[in-house]
């Protein structure tokens, strides 16, 4: 199997966008916590149970959309 060089810089491209969407999350979400009073601990620990969610859904669901192509 031959892939052009334009279709694993697009890959590499939304890969970036999921690990930068991804870290907005995480980072949203152990802001939250601890502006809702967790510890810096806890609030550590569910940005990076976001981030590894939102990592884990978007790609699989890239999985998806390069498999259905």
Excluded: K, Q
């Amino acid at each position: 199997m031959n892939t052009a060089p334009t279709h694993l810089m697009l890959l590499l491209l939304l890969l970036a966008i999921v690990v930068l969407f991804c870290t907005l999350v995480g980072t949203a979400a152990g802001l939250l916590a601890r502006l809702d009073g967790a510890t810096y601990a806890t609030a550590l620990m569910r940005g990076a149970v976001a981030f590894a969610g939102c990592a884990t859904l978007s790609l699989a669901f890239l999985t998806f959309v390069i498999a259905a192509l």
